[in-house]
Each structure stands twice: as structure tokens, then as C-alpha cells.
């Protein structure tokens, strides 16, 4: 998410999803969001770091990097996709990252 302004080494609060839509605003097409994929019947978990857009039947999880390794997703809202589960289970705000110092 380098091209966000989010790079290696740096911290990134996210607060819960879930408390997220109580209390402030469904998530909306713009926002950064933490999303997990589970794969093996949940046995094993990946969290990433994603741009959220809504599109028509679903969403696209894009990720914002010059590494061509980082992959988008295109999902239907907290979904199966290819054997994989993949939910939204943080919102991310760009003015609460923090950068380690070594």
C-alpha cells in the first residue's frame, strides 16, 4: 500500500468492522480497509491491507503498490471466493499510521 502512503515498517490502527458500522458509517467505496482471507476451513488466516470499491454484485479489494506481487480481490461482501472466505474485519485511517525507528 505504498502508493497509499502506507510502507514497510510502518503501524497501522484499524478499528473493528464491525463497530465501525455502529457507530460511524457503513464502509464506502474510497476507504482502506484490513481484510481477511481464510483458506482450509479457517485453519489458516492472512490479513491484508486493501482499497475498498463497491462495484455491480460485489466489491473489488485493490491493493495501492508499485509490487506487482500484491493481488486485488473481487468478492461479493464478506464472501467464498475460490475456496477462500474472505471478510472485512477493519477500517484503516491513514492519519493513525505510525512509523518505526530503529
Known amino acids: 500500500m505504498n502508493k497509499a502512503g502506507i510502507h514497510n515498517g510502518m503501524w497501522v490502527l484499524g478499528v473493528d468492522y464491525w463497530d465501525f458500522e455502529k ?7 474510497g476507504d482502506i480497509v484490513v481484510v481477511e482471507r481464510l483458506r482450509s476451513g479457517g485453519r489458516e488466516r492472512e490479513r491484508t491491507i486493501k482499497r475498498y470499491r463497491e462495484e455491480k454484485g460485489g466489491v473489488a479489494l485493490i491493493p495501492e503498490s508499485t509490487n506487482a506481487h500484491h493481488e486485488g480481490l ?23 499510521t505510525l512509523a518505526l525507528f530503529e
Not at 74 to 96: H, T
Open 74 to 96: 473481487s468478492a461479493r461482501r464478506n464472501g467464498v471466493v475460490g475456496g477462500e472466505e474472505i471478510r472485512i474485519v477493519g477500517y484503516v485511517s491513514l492519519s493513525c
Open 23 to 29: 457507530y460511524y458509517r457503513p464502509i464506502e467505496s
